[in-house]
């Protein structure tokens, strides 16, 4: 029988950030982190919530992410900026830049935001919700490790890049979505071996190329198939495109931790668009013409858009707690217990190719 707790979201975030503090990270960075991590669990996204924490103290343990990273942002013109994340975590040199990212975009009516150099390991929606909420079109693609194989070759040239998506629509609301190129997270096929789950067929192949429905099969030498074939490997490569090529991040195929045993995270890149819809034109404006979008597909029998289901998990846990399993719990608290710094890190790029 499995013992289930409920924790209140901000001692869940409490919890991680003491962990994240423990291996290594500065305040600033586990906050951001255990924030997000917390965020997933909460919205009812296991694949990218605490399953993620042993691999985030592995990581930080290895000395391959550094976890007190202080990132840089650089003028790339007035639509335009560039971040050297410094070998730290995505998500804390987005929040750096992301005020005078949100300022060019009103300002000039989009904005660009390149992050190289950078580790990204969860969930990306949050990377994009804050900039709908406050107005703004958001979309985010990051690079990942190479997990999917394009169709006819024969070995993983791609991440599972996810593409993440937000805009406001009516009634203060917005539409967000965030989906992997790949069928299945990378996260999920981890879990689907952990519990012994069958993988969906079309999912991916085992080390010889074959089709299998064994995650086990898909982790131990073989890779996840694109959604929709060549179409869905065609927007792979436009990610690795924008989020590596774009940004002077790493592409997918070029990640190489094989010198820090117990290393997760991918140091790719990630590529932020920002656009002011009010830049459109719009008369009736552009969240009541969203809105009358969802109004229509409703109509034509779609219930839940894109966001929906996050939504009410999200509203359910802050009224009722976060469903943490007890040994789960159990777990976490042993990364804070067992916590020690990892060792010092590479910082130019060429050192992180080794």
Same mark, same amino acid.
């Given at each position: 029988?499995?013992?289930?707790?409920?924790?209140?979201?901000?001692a869940?975030?409490?919890?991680?950030?003491?962990?994240?503090?423990a291996?290594?990270?500065?305040?600033?960075?586990?906050?951001?982190?255990?924030?997000?991590?917390?965020?997933?669990?909460?919205?009812?996204?296991?694949s990218?919530?605490?399953?993620?924490?042993?691999?985030?103290?592995?990581?930080?343990?290895?000395?391959?992410?550094?976890?007190?990273? =202080? &990132?840089?942002v *650089?003028? %790339?013109?007035?639509s335009?900026?560039? /971040? #050297?994340?410094?070998?730290?975590?995505?998500? $804390?040199?987005?929040?750096?830049?992301?005020?005078?990212?949100?300022?060019?975009?009103?300002?000039?009516?989009?904005?660009?935001?390149?992050?190289?150099?950078?580790?990204?390991?969860?969930?990306?929606?949050?990377?994009? =919700? &804050?900039?709908? *909420?406050? %107005?703004l079109?958001?979309?985010?693609? /990051? #690079?990942?490790?190479?997990?999917?194989?394009? $169709?006819?070759?024969?070995k993983?040239?791609?991440?599972?890049?996810?593409?993440?998506?937000?805009?406001?629509?009516?009634?203060?609301?917005?539409?967000?979505?965030?989906?992997?190129?790949?069928?299945?997270?990378?996260?999920?096929?981890?879990?689907?071996?952990?519990?012994?789950?069958?993988?969906?067929?079309?999912?991916g192949?085992?080390?010889?190329?074959?089709?299998?429905?064994d995650?086990?099969?898909?982790?131990?030498?073989?890779?996840?198939?694109?959604?929709?074939?060549?179409?869905?490997?065609?927007?792979?490569?436009?990610?690795?495109?924008?989020?590596?090529?774009?940004?002077?991040?790493?592409?997918?195929?070029?990640?190489?931790?094989?010198?820090?045993?117990?290393?997760?995270?991918?140091?790719?890149?990630?590529?932020?668009?920002?656009?002011?819809?009010?830049?459109?034109?719009?008369a009736?404006?552009?969240?009541?013409?969203?809105?009358?979008?969802?109004?229509?597909?409703?109509?034509?029998?779609?219930?839940?858009?894109?966001?929906?289901?996050?939504?009410a998990?999200?509203?359910?846990?802050?009224?009722?707690?976060?469903?943490?399993?007890?040994?789960?719990?159990?777990?976490?608290?042993?990364?804070?217990?067992?916590?020690?710094?990892?060792s010092?890190?590479?910082?130019?790029?060429?050192?992180?190719?080794?």
């Amino acid at each position: 029988m499995v013992t289930m707790t409920h924790m209140d979201f901000d001692a869940l975030v409490a919890l991680l950030t003491r962990i994240f503090i423990a291996n290594g990270a500065s305040p600033g960075v586990a906050d951001i982190l255990a924030r997000n991590c917390a965020g997933a669990e909460r919205d009812g996204a296991m694949s990218h919530g605490l399953f993620r924490m042993p691999g985030y103290v592995a990581t930080l343990r290895s000395g391959w992410v550094d976890g007190r990273a =202080e &990132p840089v942002v *650089e003028d %790339g013109g007035a639509s335009f900026l560039r /971040v #050297d994340a410094a070998n730290g975590f995505a998500q $804390p040199a987005l929040a750096v830049a992301a005020p005078l990212a949100m300022d060019r975009a009103c300002a000039t009516g989009a904005c660009v935001v390149a992050i190289r150099r950078s580790h990204h390991f969860a969930a990306l929606w949050p990377d994009v =919700e &804050p900039f709908a *909420e406050a %107005g703004l079109v958001a979309i985010a693609m /990051v #690079d990942s490790m190479a997990v999917v194989v394009p $169709p006819g070759a024969g070995k993983p040239v791609y991440g599972t890049n996810p593409l993440a998506f937000a805009a406001p629509r009516g009634g203060g609301k917005i539409i967000v979505f965030d989906q992997a190129v790949s069928v299945l997270a990378h996260g999920d096929v981890q879990i689907a071996a952990r519990e012994g789950h069958d993988l969906p067929e079309g999912a991916g192949v085992d080390a010889a190329g074959r089709p299998t429905r064994d995650p086990r099969a898909v982790l131990d030498g073989g890779a996840l198939l694109p959604f929709g074939g060549h179409k869905g490997a065609a927007i792979a490569m436009m990610i690795e495109i924008m989020a590596a090529a774009l940004t002077g991040g790493l592409y997918s195929h070029e990640v190489d931790w094989s010198g820090h045993p117990g290393a997760q995270t991918p140091c790719t890149g990630e590529c932020v668009i920002l656009i002011d819809p009010a830049r459109g034109g719009s008369a009736a404006g552009f969240a009541a013409r969203v809105e009358q979008l969802v109004e229509a597909l409703r109509a034509a029998g779609q219930e839940r858009m894109p966001g929906d289901r996050r939504f009410a998990a999200r509203e359910k846990a802050l009224r009722e707690g976060v469903a943490v399993r007890a040994e789960m719990l159990a777990r976490l608290e042993g990364l804070v217990a067992n916590g020690t710094s990892p060792s010092p890190l590479p910082t130019s790029p060429d050192a992180l190719r080794d």
